[in-house]
């Protein structure tokens, strides 16, 4: 009996044993099942067991993988980097800003005002002027910029013991035409082309702009101005107080006018701090210019030459 039993199990045992080979993990390979589809990545060095599925692979449960094998999908491929083009920079256009409604806007050779033009509310700023009648036009300036103005001055004599007097502020379009056609007749054509605005192209008709001198000055409007303690201090703080030099020095082929360290602008504290950090002037804030060609030196293109003399137009509108 016990030669019968050893006889039946051997076999039955190396039968047994023949199975479980079968089931035992890469005992055998599965037809049509490869290492990837099971989730082994035999392809990466230290790594057993996990497979790290890059990001622009598509994942799939291992159930997935193992009932379809057929469709597991193939790992794509990224595309070769190409080089862009840099981006050429460009500077940021700025519109021209002609609203006579804001303190902002532009007056000069190209973007005139109209010859009926007064701003609203002119009146007498409280500051200090060399004249005594200070209800004439040449001492008023806007309500905003005439305070801003009484601002600047009283800070000069705070901080720096220095007073500043007013000269000569909001013009008309007559007024200026006179000024203009005076010049002519005194000066020439070229002299007053780079020193005088023609009618409608002052921007003291805008009655934001203002010529300030000192005592030790005699009140002239002068370059030797810039010198002077007063204008040291003016040129180095009006911006504080919303001004800014329209015409500064080695500028005049783009605002269109010589050097004038007597003249400001009111134009608001925000762009006038712009303006004396970069150093633009409002002509190249707008990305315009005004220059002084020397066919335009020669001409008189704004006044009527008609007249029998400048000094005629003169009189006629004094």
């Given at each position: 009996m016990k030669k019968y039993v050893r006889l039946f199990l051997i076999p039955a045992f190396a039968w047994i044993c023949g199975i479980g080979l079968t089931l035992i993990p890469g005992g055998c390979d599965r037809a049509g099942t490869s290492p990837k589809t099971t989730g082994i990545d035999t392809d990466r060095p230290g790594q057993t067991g996990t497979h790290i599925v890059p990001t622009d692979e598509v994942q799939m449960t291992p159930d997935a993988a193992m009932s379809d094998p057929a469709s597991t999908p193939e790992l794509s491929v990224p595309p070769e980097p190409t080089e862009s083009p840099a981006p050429i920079p460009t500077k940021p256009t700025i519109p021209v800003n002609t609203d006579t409604s804001t303190v902002t806007y532009l007056v000069n050779r190209d973007y005139p005002l109209p010859e009926?033009?007064?701003?609203?509310?002119?009146?007498?700023?409280?500051?200090?002027?060399?004249?005594?009648?200070?209800?004439?036009?040449?001492?008023?300036?806007?309500?905003e910029a005439g305070e801003a103005l009484a601002l600047l001055f009283d800070a000069a004599y705070e901080e720096a013991g220095l007073t500043l007097y007013?000269?000569?502020?909001?013009?008309?379009?007559?007024?200026?035409?006179t000024i203009y056609a005076t010049?002519?007749?005194?000066?020439?054509?070229?002299?007053?082309?780079?020193?005088?605005a023609a009618p409608g192209r002052s921007e003291h008709q805008t009655g934001l702009?203002?010529?300030?001198?000192?005592?030790?000055?005699?009140?002239?409007?002068?370059?030797?101005?810039?010198?002077?303690?007063?204008?040291?201090w003016?040129?180095?703080n009006a911006h504080r107080f919303g001004f800014i030099m329209r015409y500064p020095k080695d500028k005049e082929d783009i605002t269109g006018y010589n050097y004038e360290p007597w003249h400001i602008r009111y134009v608001g504290t925000e762009l006038a701090d712009s303006l004396h950090t970069t150093g633009l002037t409002l002509e190249e804030y707008y990305g315009v210019s005004s220059s002084l060609s020397a066919e335009y030196l020669d001409t008189t293109p704004f006044i009527d030459t008609t007249a029998e003399s400048y000094l005629a137009i003169y009189r006629q509108y004094h």
């Open positions: 009926d033009f007064v701003p609203e509310g002119l009146t007498t700023p409280d500051v200090l002027f060399p004249f005594s009648d200070t209800t004439i036009d040449k001492a008023k300036m806007t309500p007013g000269v000569s502020a909001y013009r008309s379009y007559a007024r200026q035409y010049n002519l007749a005194v000066y020439g054509i070229p002299h007053t082309n780079r020193y005088s702009s203002i010529d300030i001198s000192c005592a030790s000055e005699g009140f002239a409007l002068e370059d030797t101005f810039a010198d002077t303690p007063e204008g040291i003016v040129a180095e």
